[in-house]
């Protein structure tokens, strides 16, 4: 019987001590706004791969762009119906290739939109953290 009155006593003190420490509480604060830092700057890196990605995309979408262009002034129906085919199957697959390249460079500029409304969300934390542990 005293042992269990000893143990719950025990329990008690530590369950109630523990919560009510400042130097505890102050270092949770510290410990989540580590955790902010931590997710700001993967995002960060993250980000930059992205725009980085993006980059590329973009180039290949010009390249691409200006081919369709191209390929669809110069298209004109000759007298020859086979060689007026072929070059309506040409023309379609550029087309192709650049709705695909249009469709990724959206897919990535919509990550990229992502990330930054992320890293918005995250700084706004650990600056409210930041503050809270001045005060």
Known sequence: ???????????????????????????KREKESL?????????????????IE????????????????NRTNSFSASNDAQHTAKDAQRT???LE????????LYKVQQKVDKLEREISNVQSKLTAYQTEEKQ
């Open 1 to 27: 019987m005293k042992k269990i009155y000893f143990i719950t006593m025990m329990g008690l003190l530590m369950a109630c001590g523990g919560a009510k420490d400042p130097q505890m509480v102050a270092l």
């Open 35 to 51: 955790k902010l830092q931590t997710k700001l700057n993967s995002l960060q890196i993250s980000l930059q791969k992205e725009k």
């Open 54 to 69: 993006l980059e590329k995309a973009q180039q290949n979408v010009n390249s691409l762009n200006i081919k369709a262009d």
């Open 92 to 94: 379609a697959k550029i």
């Open 97 to 104: 290739q650049t709705r695909k390249a249009n469709n990724q």
